[in-house]
């Protein structure tokens, strides 16, 4: 299977069989300056309802929109409830974190959660090879959460997302303040990364991609 970034939080991920899912789609603005959308997709996930997560009508294909468990094209996914924000979803709302498999990866997609996780959570998250991770902070964990995140769920891959760049123009940090200390980090001149199952890293390794759009 193959990850693409696209921008922000929206990742295209293609099975080896050809199924296209994009996660949580944005809608362009003045400060969010990723490209359009141009890819078509089987499958939209939305973690929650904001422009910059839940813009499907960007996504070509006329996808299935999945937003609580479901299953498509052969993929199951597990929705795991949680919140925008550390005060109980009384700031910002609600989020869904997704967890589904493809070609024997399992994937997690943390949206915007903006808190460490529960026991709870992190049991019904289960096993991760590839986290795609927030950590920008002020709409969601800062780089110090995100940190504390991956070390609950021991993923193989950490994919950051959701951060500052010279496309994203939201109060929020660059992808600096989380890589600072970290061990393990590839930067490679890529939007798009393959993952194989039985062959993903033994030990935490943290890759940023560039963004396609």
């Known amino acids: 299977m193959k ?33 359009h959308i141009n890819e078509s997709a089987d499958i939209a996930t939305v973690s929650h309802e904001h422009s910059d997560h ?3 009508s960007t996504v070509k294909g006329s996808p299935k929109v ?6 498509a094209k052969g993929v199951s996914f597990r929705g795991i409830p949680t919140f925008h924000d550390a005060a109980g979803g009384k700031d910002r709302g609600k989020n869904t974190v997704f967890c589904f498999e493809v070609d024997g990866v399992k994937v997690c997609h943390l949206g915007d959660l903006g808190h460490q996780l529960t ?12 986290l795609l991770l927030p950590v920008g902070g ?33 109060p929020i940090s660059g992808v600096d303040d989380f890589l600072r200390g970290k061990k393990n980090v590839s930067q490679p001149d890529a939007s798009e990364i393959e993952f194989k199952a039985g062959k993903v890293p033994p030990a935490t390794q943290v890759i940023v991609l560039k963004p396609a759009l």
């Open 3 to 35: 990850i693409k970034w696209l921008g922000h939080a929206s990742f295209l991920i293609t099975s080896d069989s050809g199924v296209k899912i994009i996660t949580d789609p944005y809608l362009p603005d003045e400060r969010l300056r990723y490209g």
């Open 54 to 56: 839940g813009s499907v």
């Open 66 to 71: 999945v937003k609580s468990d479901a299953e």
């Open 119 to 130: 026991a709870g959570q992190v049991s019904a998250i289960g096993a991760v090879d590839v």
């Open 138 to 170: 002020f709409y969601t964990i800062d780089a110090s959460v995100a940190s504390k995140v991956a070390e609950q769920l021991k993923p193989r891959v950490v994919i950051p997302m959701h951060f500052k760049n010279n496309k994203c123009h939201f």
